[in-house]
């Protein structure tokens, strides 16, 4: 058997390219999955607010219903208040009720999705790391 310092490099380099692929593919799995965590956070915080928001318009309805029907009603307009009949203020807090309701459920859909990604992307970082693999799913 002759032996051939050549083959040996060629080995070395084939090698070294391959492990350079997988840092690389391993640091744009690991980016993913910290740009997902950022959003999931912030999907969260944007949800908390606007249940909040829902929560509040709920009561001021509730508290609205509970008024006689000729009850002087006003909305706060910059720096003045604006007087509505009963009906057009609960008018008004059931659509934004209605709104509210739609993006929460939207911001859950999101939330769930990003989730779902930052679960794949730590899979794949595993998988990474295990060495079984560094196809992308």
């Known amino acids: ?16 390219h391959h492990n350079l692929i997988c840092l690389s593919l391993l640091h744009e799995v690991e980016t993913q999955a ?3 965590q950022q959003q999931i956070s912030l999907v969260r ?3 908390a607010s606007k249940q909040r928001e829902m929560r509040m318009a709920q ?5 609205l ?3 006689p029907p000729d009850t002087n009603i006003f909305e706060g ?6 007087a509505l009949p009963l009906s ?12 509210t309701e739609s993006e929460v459920e939207g911001l859950g859909k999101r939330l769930h999705y990003l989730e ?22």
């Open 116 to 137: 779902v990604s930052q679960k794949n992307s730590k899979n794949q970082i595993d998988r990474m790391l295990r060495g079984d693999g560094a196809s992308t799913s």
């Open 45 to 47: 915080t944007q949800q």
């Open 59 to 63: 009561l001021t309805r509730t508290e």
């Open 1 to 16: 058997m002759v032996f051939c310092p050549f083959k040996i490099w060629h080995a070395n380099q084939e090698q070294t």
């Open 88 to 99: 057009d203020m609960k008018g008004k807090l059931d659509s934004r009720i209605k709104g």
């Open 65 to 67: 219903s509970s008024l």
């Open 34 to 36: 910290i740009a997902a």
């Open 77 to 82: 307009v910059g720096k003045m208040f604006v």
